[in-house]
């Protein structure tokens, strides 16, 4: 019997997707979980496998139609079985909005600088002491220098500008090496960048999580010396291609941490506070275009091998704009990671319908006190953002002496 495969749901306040491309086409073969269309979502363009074997019997929609999210997009039966032909939901033109549309290139109005004219020849020429001499030392005539000082002045960095300009004679035998020139910037016209859908839902997110959620944040520095030797000791087993990373251990210590506060793993509908079953760990990455936050199921209840490869190939897909509906579905708590930039400190925004979001800085090695003696240690500063109306701040605070015992005593994420 003939199923028909519709617009998927990926992610909780999708409304449509955009089909970009049929990987498959009519009368072909195709297996479950085959590929058979690209779609365009405000994340990120997602590969759309197939929920049955068969054949590809129809194709609902058109590439470039935006279609509501569960509406068909095809049918997939036995070969020749004869199937009534779906309605496809209307054809959305995809352009730009009237104030997207780019501006006219027109060159930009020229600010006029007022110059005084070349002095005619016999008439003395105004100068400052310096622009005098950088021009007797390059052998500059003054009269052929247009002054922009006060009352047409020729001042050193006229000369400067005759001599970049390719005024400067030749050398003479006998004469001074030319002063050093800055070179002269040179101004572009403006640029008109229509942004990306992803940049567009970005902001739109964000402008409402600000909006609309009540931020609270607590910074804690974390002791990272325990946790660095032990990534050493650990990757010294591991080929090149397994190794883990800072970042995989941090996310084992939130999802571990998330399990004693689960206020902390919701969200709020009306006046409740749904508390997440499981725990699953949203990671920002770094994508042409903007972010995008994969995610890591059941983070508390994986190794830290698994978190690494889950993280570097979710990963990769994003970069290579090939991610899965499941990798970017279903977070219950984010973080996002800057420590590769020699970041001090940041705060991030929350992740609207998530509660909160760690912003994990740098672990660097500086000096530090302990028992009255300076020495160098490791340390790390790490902020949580926490939406108001769910916690408070003595539970964020708590959170992170939790997610401290983790980190600074690494070897419980290993048991």
Do not use: C
Not at 252 to 261: D, I, N, T
């Amino acid at each position: 019997m003939a199923e028909t495969i519709s617009m998927p749901k990926l992610g909780f306040d999708m409304a449509e997707g955009l089909l970009v491309r049929w990987v498959k086409q009519v009368g072909e073969n195709i297996n479950k979980g085959d590929v058979l269309a690209e779609i365009e979502t405000d994340k990120a363009t997602v590969e759309v496998e197939s929920s049955a074997s068969g054949v590809i019997l129809q194709l609902v929609v058109d590439q470039g139609t935006m279609v509501p999210v569960n509406a068909p997009i095809a049918i997939v039966g036995a070969a020749g079985e004869k199937v009534e032909a779906a309605a496809a939901p209307a054809k959305v033109e995809v352009q730009k909005p009237a104030d997207e549309k780019p501006a006219p290139q027109t060159a930009p109005t020229a600010v006029p600088v007022q110059q005084a004219a070349a002095p005619t020849d016999g008439a003395p020429v105004k100068a400052s002491p310096l622009a005098k001499k950088v021009a007797k030392d390059n052998n500059v005539n003054l009269a052929s220098v247009q002054g922009t000082g006060p009352g047409g002045r020729v001042v050193r960095k006229d000369v400067e500008a005759t001599l970049a300009g390719g005024g400067q004679p030749s050398k003479v035998e006998g004469q001074k090496s030319p002063v050093s020139v800055s070179p002269v910037i040179v101004s572009h016209d403006d640029k008109v960048i229509p942004t990306t859908k992803l940049r567009q839902a970005i902001g739109r997110r964000l402008v409402e999580s600000k909006a609309t959620i009540p931020h609270f944040y607590v910074t804690h520095e974390f002791k990272m010396d325990a946790l660095m030797d032990m990534r050493k000791q650990v990757n010294a087993y591991l080929p090149d291609n397994e190794k883990v990373s800072v970042n995989d251990f941090i996310l084992k210590g939130v999802a571990l941490s998330l399990r004693q506060f689960p206020n902390l793993n919701a969200t709020l509908k009306g006046t409740d506070v749904i508390q997440f079953g499981h725990v699953n760990v949203g990671v920002a990455v770094t994508i042409p275009g903007g972010l995008m936050t994969v995610v890591v199921k059941d983070t508390d209840q994986k190794t830290l091998r698994q978190i690494s490869g889950e993280v570097k190939a979710m990963a990769g897909r994003a970069r290579d704009g090939k991610v899965k509906p499941e990798d970017v579905d279903g977070s219950t708590f984010s973080t996002s990671n800057l420590g590769m930039y020699d970041v001090e400190e940041f705060i991030a925004i929350v992740n609207p319908p998530e509660a909160g979001i760690l912003a994990i800085s740098s672990a660097r090695e500086v000096a530090v006190a302990e028992n009255g003696v300076i020495k160098a240690g490791w340390r790390m500063k790490a902020t949580i953002s926490v939406d108001h109306r769910v916690s408070d701040g003595a539970e964020a605070a708590q959170f992170m002496q939790a997610l401290a015992g983790f980190l600074e005593n690494p070897v419980r994420m290993l048991v």
